[in-house]
């Protein structure tokens, strides 16, 4: 959960990701959200300013979320390859929890005319990849994962195509089983990148 948020802005955020799901994010207003919960839309304005303040509370959500699993991997003594795996099947697992995490999280387009969130997309990523990076140099530095590709590089390429893989899945709408097909894609890359 979010730190320092309230029942009824986690209560909002929730709201919001249902609304999302059922109707795409362009359905993500105000007073579609008002009517979804059944309170008068100032009722809202009271704990959001704007559709943007409830989308960078989405995103921070999603973003400590994310931050909460890398951090417990990076603190990790095990296999580069096993904090990995772990990493992003606790996200498909969340994203398969949360499905319209992915219509808000990997809309980086429909951000692109809102600054802040664009900037906060990318700060999730930047972070997310350093993360990533991080551990892969680990796993280098300790003969896990093959050195003759940068950890920079491996890790924009994990990223990618698993960002790839989890849009496919919210294309499709959500028709595969994520975890399960998931675990075979990593084991993919795994496949792919260790030594």
């Known amino acids: 959960m979010i730190t320092n948020i309230t029942q009824r802005q986690l209560e909002i955020i929730n709201v919001s990701l249902k609304l999302i799901s ?25 704990h959001y300013e704007n559709k943007t303040q409830i989308l960078l509370a ?3 959500f999603f973003k400590e979320n994310s931050e909460t699993l890398f951090s417990k991997q990076l603190k990790s003594n095990e296999n580069a ?8 099947m606790n996200h498909f697992k969340k994203f398969v929890d949360n ?17 802040i969130l664009a900037e906060r997309v990318k700060e999730i990523m930047n972070k997310n990849i350093k993360s990533l990076e991080a551990i892969i140099e680990t796993g280098q ?25 989890v849009k ?16 075979e894609f990593i084991n993919s890359i795994n496949t792919l990148i260790k030594k």
């Open 168 to 183: 496919q899945w919210h294309m499709y709408d959500y028709k595969f089983d994520l975890v399960n097909k998931g675990s």
């Open 99 to 115: 499905p319209s995490l992915v219509a808000v999280i990997f809309s980086e387009d429909i951000f692109r005319n809102e600054a």
């Open 81 to 88: 390859l096993v904090k990995i795996e772990k990493i992003f």
């Open 58 to 60: 989405i995103l921070d």
């Open 22 to 46: 059922e109707s795409g994010i362009q359905s993500l207003t105000i007073k579609n959200l008002a009517n979804k919960i059944g309170f008068a839309e100032s009722a809202i304005y009271r």
């Open 141 to 165: 530095n300790n003969d896990e994962i093959r050195a003759d590709v940068a950890a920079s590089y491996l890790s924009f390429m994990i990223m990618g195509s698993l960002r790839l893989f």
